[in-house]
């Protein structure tokens, strides 16, 4: 057979682990939870993860299995693991590598939940998080020290549209013998090449555009073998025996299976289908998304417009180094006030009002009111989450009929 080269040809082509007993041109969903094996002794040898075979859905299925594979194709990455969500892939990540006394590098503009977890989930478990702005290199350096496992940036934050020079980053962490680890949910694989950019660790909540249209909940650690892990306190041992797959072995030998974040079978079917139309959908949103961006700043109404694949933003020149021609298919834009932006929601016909991102229909959210609801004003403003501030998500419907929608939105009596 041909080997494939391009992106989505890779995606479909993906051979099974296993044949199919059918010769089916899509992985089967195994819904079941246990396997059969033919005597104890291989029984024993599957436990021991001696024998490549399935042995309980909890540690590893195939048609979970297959979506790994396909994610391998596209990425270049030793080692894959899907779980139930992308909160699931970021806490079993930091899992594998922190422990009471160590450290994290992250930015406050971070996603809602995730703030949570690093700001509070594992302070409590002592943890400690120092947040920093990762757009600067010397207060990054100043925040490193023997403790830190981990630098955690977001590709492009959410919802701020921040851009972090990713390479940049990656020197500095690794000048220190850290790990770099990217959470890339909103610069799906098909534009971010994370292994380029000095990414060791890349965290996706495939909930977003790879489920093919907000199918279904699930998340990825992408491992590309890039880090040496004799250089982490914690992984250094099993760096002895296993090298550039320690990191695996910790998260699937134990993390992974003890916390029993697995993604289900199901999850998994729906969203090898919508890998299949990733490239597809996701640059007719982002097209869709810098029209929108421009038609936005020509309106009277609209204060402001935050999109960093437009010129005027001040980070236009890193998202296209990093990220090409599609930055994203998510915008901000900020009304003169909390009251104009509800009245603005509540006019939209066909937008929906909803909390997701990458859906194929198009959603709007108010983030204050909402993901970060229940922080006080205070810290909302030390994360950059104004009260005047709309987040837009961009789906694959027809531009003229978004047009149309906001400008009737926007004059509605």
Excluded at 116 to 128: A, D, M, N, W
Excluded at 159 to 183: F, K, M, T, W, Y
Excluded at 229 to 238: D, E, H, R, T
Excluded at 266 to 276: D, I
Aim: proline share 4%.
């Amino acid at each position: 057979m041909l080997k494939p080269k391009g992106f989505t040809s890779k995606i479909i082509h993906t051979p099974f682990a296993k044949g199919d007993a059918n010769r089916a041109l899509h992985q089967p969903i195994y819904s079941n939870s246990a396997f059969d094996f033919e005597s104890a002794e291989q029984m024993e040898l599957a436990f021991q993860g001696r024998l490549p075979v399935h042995a309980y859905s909890r540690i590893s299925n195939p048609t979970v299995e297959n979506f790994e594979l396909r994610i391998k194709q596209i990425t270049g990455a030793l080692n894959v693991t899907a779980l139930s969500s992308g909160m699931a892939a970021i806490s079993n990540a930091i899992f594998v590598l922190a422990s009471s006394g160590s450290n994290i590098i992250t930015s406050k503009h971070l996603f809602g939940n995730t703030y949570v977890f690093f700001e509070s989930t594992i302070r409590e478990l002592g943890i400690e998080t120092r947040f920093c702005d990762l757009t600067n290199s010397e207060e990054v350096k100043a925040n490193i020290d023997h403790n830190t496992v981990a630098v955690f940036v977001e590709t492009i934050t959410n919802p701020q549209l921040e851009v972090v020079d990713l390479a940049g980053l990656s020197r500095i962490a690794h000048e220190n013998n850290v790990p770099l680890i990217s959470d890339s949910t909103l610069t799906p694989p098909n534009v971010f090449a994370a292994r380029e950019f000095g990414v060791d660790i890349d965290l996706i909540s495939s909930t977003k555009c790879i489920s093919g249209g907000a199918t279904s909940i699930g998340g990825l650690i992408v491992d590309y073998g890039t880090f040496d892990w004799s250089k982490s306190k914690k992984l250094a041992p099993l760096a002895k025996r296993f090298g550039p797959f320690a990191f695996n072995y910790k998260l699937r030998r134990e993390i992974f299976r003890n916390l029993g974040a697995c993604m289900s079978p199901y999850a998994a079917y729906l969203q090898s289908l919508g890998l299949e139309t990733l490239q597809l959908r996701f640059e007719r949103a982002a097209m869709n998304c810098r029209e929108i961006a421009q038609y936005l700043e020509t309106l009277p109404q609209v204060q402001s417009v935050n999109y960093p694949g437009e010129e005027g933003s001040k980070f236009y020149e890193i998202s296209k180094l990093q990220f090409g021609s599609f930055p994203g298919a998510m915008l901000t834009f900020d009304f003169s006030s909390r009251e104009e932006c509800f009245t603005f929601m509540n006019n939209l016909g066909m937008i929906r009002r909803a909390t997701n991102v990458y859906d194929n229909k198009t959603l709007i959210l108010h983030p204050a009111s909402t993901i970060y609801c229940d922080f006080d004003p205070e810290t909302r403003i030390s994360l950059d989450v104004k009260e005047v501030t709309l987040r837009l998500s961009l789906g694959i419907e027809d531009i003229e009929d978004l047009k149309d929608d906001l400008f009737q939105a926007l004059n509605k009596g």
